[in-house]
């Protein structure tokens, strides 16, 4: 054979496997049931998606797939009506499902190597299949132009598809940061590929009113700007910070009813946020007489947070509120309509005597009541349009509106006990949904709004309590994620934020209940990337991300543990402060420390990884705290000598934390043994009355009960300026100890003029370090 022959074959073969191996079912969400089958079918330059021309539902669906097969393939794939002449070639063919087993969102997807035959019941269901469809095909059918030298085979299967939940929900929050009409609408794609099928626009808030209302300009006018906004994390800088910069943006109706038509032909439907009666600051600017203090002057909100001046319940707010939403209505054909109901602080109601007096007269009990009372009467007027209300599950405070959908955010509490009052659910508590937490370490991740919530913590949520009978669980309609933006102030950071977290959430709302498999999921989602970079997603690259897991050993070594979620790829790593490469040690095992030491790691995915451990006496020791507060920030008694050093004042998780009272905590070292210096972290958080103690107190003592030679020694800092870290370092020169104790002296309650003046400061340390 020459061996320009052999060099031919050999790359023939190699794009044969490439392409095969690319197309293993690497389906998300994977389908309710399916069977993998033998061989595939190619498409061809031969190849139609052959249709019933009467179907809208089937021509519309086929003709996304032939654009796509088209564009990548350079094919000429099209759409062709049903004939004679067609029912025997190697097409791909969609007909209508007659039996009842796809549902309203399902299909049926037969994959032989003659033929692929598409069998739904609703246009939905076909566009679904589809979705599927390109999921089997090399991953580059997601490419935006023509792509060369791949075969375009779809892999045998068998598929029967359709929904655990009616309800797959995405919240994008445009109120904080606003978002253009060109990325929702690239969003709402993103979403459908993913099978989700509703979008929750959170529209109006305390930072900018989104949505034109031709009644009432000045909330686009005035309500849609914000003249600055606050820098860095909210409660990172004391005093606040500002940009100084004007902010604002908004959509007119024609642009609405274009969202809403993109979003219709992808089968997602929109439900329309308009907050009441709280984070209405932005339309108390441009309509101060919907206040209870009509006189103040408010204005569109600078910062992030919960607002005190909120909606009134009188009847000229009732008559605005009304007619907004009948503008409202008329642009989201949708049943649902989400009035808000969250946080809405009761200062105002208790000091208006307009709204004591209404408390008086319709015999309520409290203000809890006459929130209740203002959803309730909003509810009446929706439904009397013929639509429904959604909103956050505060509304059950002071009794729930009698068929209002609750969306349950504040775990999981609000969503069992409107199940067990008989009203529909959609369950997104923040623990689990709220993809605007980090979702890796930190030190490493851009500024986030707190909470620690990684993908496989995503994947890992039931939807459905198990506290609720089989007929209470009926009333879960499904899921949500929710993004919202103080702290994504761009496009490109809300699909970092999104992906690849939301496509975990898209198939928990969509496979059968029962256990998942991460690793299954991770292989996957490998996979996907792939088609989200296609696709230029943003998408974080946490899953594989190298992490460090340490346990100590009775040899007294600390043990690491090198962590990845990604099975397939290699870890290389040193301990000489070089940087690693692939001809570095191969991790295999948890590496031992007998000393402090930085690892830097790498992976055959591209992860990097850095970071010190400190080997000191006190490592992997127990103590006891004085006090109950302290245990529950560090319930493993691990956190305080674990080796690792918590490195920034933004992931409050790694930090032992004491509310309204001294921190006081005792190490046994074990043995009598020399001490020559103690150091130890404050965490300094003004704003958020983390404060750094006023002094700290370290003796030591041989027997556990007398303890001498104790250094005290005032922290000094000042209280201005943003999040920080401060050391206490106590020298002992030639001390002999075994008990460390550390005592912390809390600074009382953060006096006046501070953000939460009057409540308890919290003092806050990370790792106690002996040599
Ligand atoms: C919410 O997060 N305030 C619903």
Not at 317 to 343: C, R, S, W
Not at 459 to 479: D, F, M, N, R, W
Not at 502 to 508: Q, T
Request: aromatic share 10%; hydrophobic share 40%; glycine share 6%.
């Amino acid at each position: 054979m020459n061996r320009l022959v052999a060099f031919l074959l050999c790359l023939s073969i190699s794009f044969s496997l490439i392409a095969q191996s690319d197309n293993a079912y690497n389906l998300l969400p994977f389908p309710a049931q399916f069977a993998g089958k033998d061989g595939h079918f190619t498409v061809s330059t031969a190849t139609r998606i052959v249709v019933n021309a009467k179907d809208a539902g089937q021509r519309a669906a086929a003709q996304t797939l032939a654009n796509q097969l088209k564009t990548v393939s350079g094919f000429p794939i099209a759409v062709a009506p049903a004939s004679p002449a067609l029912a025997k070639g190697k097409h791909i063919v969609f007909q209508a499902h007659k039996t009842g087993k796809c549902g309203p969102e399902g299909y049926i997807l037969n994959v032989s190597p003659d033929r692929v035959v598409v069998e739904a019941e609703t246009p939905k269901g076909y566009f679904y299949a589809v979705q599927t469809l390109l999921q089997l095909l090399p991953t580059a059918v997601f490419s935006p132009a023509k792509v060369d030298n791949v075969a375009w085979n779809i892999p045998a299967c068998q598929i029967l598809d359709r929904p655990r939940y009616g309800y797959r929900g995405l919240m994008l929050d445009v109120s904080r940061n606003f978002m253009p009409v060109s990325f929702v609408k690239r969003f709402i794609d993103l979403m459908a590929m993913h099978k989700f099928n509703t979008f929750h626009w959170h529209l109006t808030d305390d930072q900018g009113w989104r949505i034109e209302i031709k009644k009432y300009p000045k909330l686009t006018q005035i309500g849609s700007r914000r003249k600055e906004t606050v820098v860095g994390h909210n409660a990172e800088n004391y005093p606040f910070k500002y940009d100084g910069k004007e902010y604002g943006g908004f959509y007119t109706q024609a642009q609405i009813a274009e969202v809403v038509r993109y979003a219709a032909a992808r089968h997602i439907t929109i439900i329309p946020e308009i907050e009441m009666p709280g984070h209405a600051l932005a339309a108390l600017a441009s309509y101060p007489e919907l206040s209870c203090d009509p006189a103040k002057k408010y204005e569109v909100a600078t910062r992030w947070g919960i607002f005190k001046d909120v909606y009134c319940p009188n009847e000229s707010t009732f008559a605005f509120l009304q007619n907004v939403l009948t503008e409202v209505m008329a642009l989201f054909p949708g049943k649902y309509i989400h009035i808000g109901g969250d946080e809405c602080p009761k200062d105002a109601w208790n000091a208006s005597a307009f709204c004591q007096d209404l408390i008086k007269k319709l015999k309520l009990k409290d203000e809890h009541e006459l929130q209740s009372y203002f959803i309730q009467r909003i509810e009446k007027f929706v439904n009397s349009k013929g639509r429904a209300i959604i909103g956050w599950d505060e509304i059950l405070e002071g009794g729930l509106a009698p068929n209002a959908t609750v969306m349950s955010w504040r775990g999981t509490e609000g969503g069992i006990e409107a199940a067990k009052q008989k009203h529909n659910v959609v369950m997104t508590p923040g623990d689990f949904c709220y993809l605007d937490q980090y979702q890796g370490n930190p030190v490493q991740e851009p500024l986030a709004g707190g909470g620690f919530l990684p993908i496989e913590k995503v994947y890992s949520y039931e939807p459905t309590p198990a506290e609720l009978t089989p007929e209470q669980q009926k009333y879960i309609l499904g899921v949500q994620g929710n993004v919202w933006t103080e702290y994504i102030p761009t496009t490109q950071h809300v699909e970092y934020m999104v992906f690849p977290r939301a496509s975990a959430l898209a198939e928990i709302g969509w496979i059968p209940q029962g256990p998942r498999n991460f690793e299954d999921f991770a292989v996957r989602l490998k996979e996907h990337l792939k088609r989200l970079s296609y696709l230029n997603v943003n998408y974080s690259k946490r899953l594989l991300d190298i992490r460090a897991v340490t346990q100590f050993t009775d040899a007294d070594q600390l043990q690491v543990r090198l962590e990845k979620l990604d099975s397939d790829s290699k870890m290389y790593y040193t301990t000489n402060g070089k940087q690693p490469s692939t001809s570095s040690t191969e991790y295999f095992t948890p590496i031992a420390l007998k000393k402090t030491t930085t690892i830097k790691a790498i992976s055959s995915a591209g992860a990097q990884f850095e970071e010190t451990f400190y080997i000191h006496r006190a490592k992997g020791k127990s103590y006891t705290y004085a006090n109950a507060a302290a245990e529950k920030s560090d319930p493993n008694k691990k956190k305080l000598t674990d080796g690792q050093v918590a490195q920034s004042p933004r992931n409050k998780s790694e930090w032992v934390s004491v509310s309204g009272g001294d921190l006081e905590v005792t190490i046994d070292l074990g043995d009598v043994r020399p001490v020559t210096k103690i150091s130890a972290n404050f965490l300094k958080r003004i704003s958020y009355n983390d404060f750094p103690p006023t002094s700290v107190e370290i003796g030591l003592s041989q027997d556990g009960t007398t303890y001498k030679d104790a250094i005290s020694q005032p922290v000094k800092y000042t209280l201005e300026g943003s999040w920080g870290i401060l050391p206490v370092v106590a020298d002992f020169k030639t001390a002999r100890a075994r008990y460390v104790r550390i005592k912390a002296k809390n600074a009382g309650p953060a006096s006046a003029g501070f953000p939460r003046e009057g409540l308890p400061t919290a003092v806050s340390v990370d790792e106690v370090v002996v040599e």
